[in-house]
């Protein structure tokens, strides 16, 4: 018998690419979404149209609603927990409705697989801002980019935690709440600290989603600011090789129950925010693209690279799509579908 799939922000970014591969698979899928994000119901009607309007179910609901949480997990063989605020800016602005969307959110999804007869197996989209701005580690300034001095594959799981900014704060606490949940209930949990993720289907804006952002921005022309000086390092990652991440923690799930997994490009997938990412976009689009700068923003790291060596040695993986194609890819796709965008 196939597992029931219960997405939790199934209608975002990485949600419906998750949901698309599913349906693909045949597999049974509810989606738990509250349709607040910018680009969830063009998401949603993207989903329908494609697979069918009764390919899967959709509960409109909240994750900080913890009666509607347990309701859908009851019947959840898999959960995968991406439901978020996921924007830094906003969580300081904000800050007590990024807790109880993060932190409590989280919790309410733990709570419910942890009553759940089924005792589900759960998938934990955290990030990389749970290390905060690592600025005990050294870092070389070259003429495009920054570096780490002294850690060439990357920031490991062993980073110290440093839970910089509200949005540290929330997302970190619900790392640590899951990965506890399966040492001290035997839920079977794993925790994916993820990087800078993109690809199709995602509705960047300028303050979360950054490599969507720029792309969605040169070619609708909105302004461009760049907060820092640019040389800002993030490994980025294809979301369709987070899915295949995503894919094989289940697989393995009685294998790495319980771990913590940095996810990302890793030192091979790479990319200076502006100084190197800018060339290519000018090159991609055919245009100049002006921009403005601004401060720097808080936590805000000047390099964060995924150590990756866990997950290749755990799960078998390592990502397949180089940042140029990847990003090709996704100028591509916004193109055809500018008509999503509008115009500055």
Not at 11 to 24: D, H, K, M, T
Not at 259 to 267: A, D, K, P, W
């Amino acid at each position: 018998m196939k597992p029931h799939y219960l997405i939790t922000g199934g209608a975002g970014f990485i949600g419906s690419n998750y949901v698309s591969r599913l349906l693909q698979r045949g597999e049974k899928v509810t989606i738990l979404d509250n349709l607040s994000r910018a680009g969830a119901k063009i998401n949603l009607e993207w989903l329908r149209e494609t697979y069918g309007e009764k390919s899967f179910t959709l509960i409109k609901g909240d994750v900080r609603d913890s009666a509607v949480v347990s309701e859908t997990v009851q019947d959840a063989d898999v959960v995968v927990h991406l439901a978020a605020q996921v924007a830094v800016t906003t969580s300081v602005t904000r800050p007590r409705e990024d807790f109880e969307i993060n932190a409590l959110g989280t919790f309410n999804v733990l709570e419910a697989c942890r009553q759940s007869k089924k005792k589900p197996a759960l998938l934990y989209a955290s990030t990389n801002k749970v290390y905060g701005g690592m600025d005990d580690v050294a870092v070389k300034e070259l003429e495009t980019r920054y570096t780490y001095a002294d850690l060439p594959h990357g920031a490991a799981e062993t980073q110290p935690l440093d839970f910089h900014s509200p949005y540290g704060c929330s997302k970190g606490s619900g790392d640590q709440y899951v990965r506890d949940y399966y040492r001290i209930y035997g839920l079977p949990t794993v925790v994916f600290r993820q990087s800078c993720i993109y690809g199709p289907r995602q509705f960047g804006i300028e303050d979360q989603g950054w490599v969507a952002w720029f792309v969605i921005a040169a070619l609708t022309g909105r302004p461009i600011k760049i907060y820092g000086d640019g040389k800002q390092v993030r490994d980025i990652l294809h979301v369709d090789d987070l899915l295949n991440a995503y894919d094989l923690a289940l697989e393995k799930i009685d294998q790495v129950a319980g771990r913590v997994f940095n996810i990302g490009g890793g030192s091979g997938h790479t990319i200076s925010i502006w100084h190197e990412f800018g060339p290519l976009l000018e090159e991609l689009t055919g245009e100049k693209i002006t921009v403005s700068y601004g401060g720097w923003r808080p936590g805000d790291q000047k390099v964060y690279i995924s150590d990756i060596r866990s997950a290749k040695e755990k799960l078998g993986w390592a990502p397949q799509i180089k940042v140029a194609d990847g990003i090709t890819q996704l100028v591509h796709w916004v193109e055809k579908n500018r008509q999503l965008f509008g115009s500055a």
